[in-house]
């Protein structure tokens, strides 16, 4: 298969590593530097478009790449509020498209675990629900795109938590995610229910980009000759 990255940063070499195992071919790499290589031209080379690159970048690159024809695998995060618009023009265009924010298997597989453990805990008033996450001191975004994620997941099993708040005293209806940023870890998130008497927490810590340049390659190979909208519960059968 051949692959053009869009973005050529921390994940952009993790996915060249792991594609190239996978003895897919890159065929453009594009960083903040040649952007007006980002052409309809130069995107016929290729059979997919795996872009990582930021929340400021994401949208303008997506909707180009999504106006190229070219399918499109994206975990870029902060950006999710223009969604619908991207959604709209995949839909003008017949488009394919994948999105994550988080594309590793475990975080997927933690996912399901969020949403069951929220469902046996909301009956249990006794036990307050928060998230943290942790992150390297190079991320731009916070909350991460992943927790934001499992907050989402948490909402829909707790309506009474209308909004999730980031790094302030939350109010009694505001699920609290703590965001901290300490040298280079490459994500950790957990989920914990705090009672007097105890807590119960479940937590994903990734030891490396590893899983989640895997999980780009996967969506990739999964999406290369389809058509619409998928997300990774599509490729992982979940
Ligand atoms: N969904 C998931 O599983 C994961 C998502 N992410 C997300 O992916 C994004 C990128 O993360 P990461 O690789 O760590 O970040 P980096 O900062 O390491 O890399 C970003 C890359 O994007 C390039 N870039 C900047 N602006 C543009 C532009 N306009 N067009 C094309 N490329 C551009 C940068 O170029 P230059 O180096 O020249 O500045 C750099 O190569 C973040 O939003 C992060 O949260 C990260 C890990 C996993
Ligand atoms: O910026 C990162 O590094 C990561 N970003 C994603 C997020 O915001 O959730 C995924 C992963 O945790 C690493």
Not at 96 to 119: D, P, Q, R, T, W
Not at 158 to 170: Q, R, T
């Amino acid at each position: 298969m051949k692959i053009a990255l869009i973005g050529y940063g921390k994940m952009g070499k993790a996915i060249e590593a792991i594609a190239l195992e996978r003895q897919h071919e890159i065929v453009l790499k594009i960083d903040a530097h040649n952007t007006d290589e980002l052409t309809a031209d130069n995107l016929k080379k290729a059979d997919v478009a795996i872009e990582f690159t930021g929340p400021h970048t994401a949208f303008d690159n997506l909707i180009k790449l999504i106006r190229f024809g070219v399918p499109v695998v994206s975990g870029s995060t902060g950006w999710l509020e223009r969604m619908p618009e991207l959604q709209q023009e995949i839909k003008a265009h017949n488009g394919s498209f994948l999105y994550a924010s988080n594309f590793s298997i475990g975080v997927n597989l933690f996912f399901e675990l969020n949403k069951k453990l929220a469902a046996l805990m909301h009956p249990h008033s006794d036990y307050k629900v928060s998230l943290e996450e942790i992150h390297h001191t190079e991320k731009r975004d916070a909350p991460s795109g992943t927790a934001i994620t499992l907050a989402e997941q948490v909402q829909e099993v707790y309506p009474e938590k209308k909004k999730w708040v980031n790094d302030v005293l939350p109010a009694a209806d505001e699920l609290l995610i703590v965001s901290k940023r300490i040298g280079t870890v490459p994500g950790t998130h957990t989920t914990t229910y705090s009672s007097e008497i105890d807590d119960i927490s479940i937590t994903h810590t990734a030891h490396n980009r590893k899983g989640f340049a895997l999980g780009a390659a996967l969506a990739a190979e999964y999406i290369k000759d389809k058509k619409g909208v998928f997300t990774m519960k599509d490729v992982l059968g979940l």
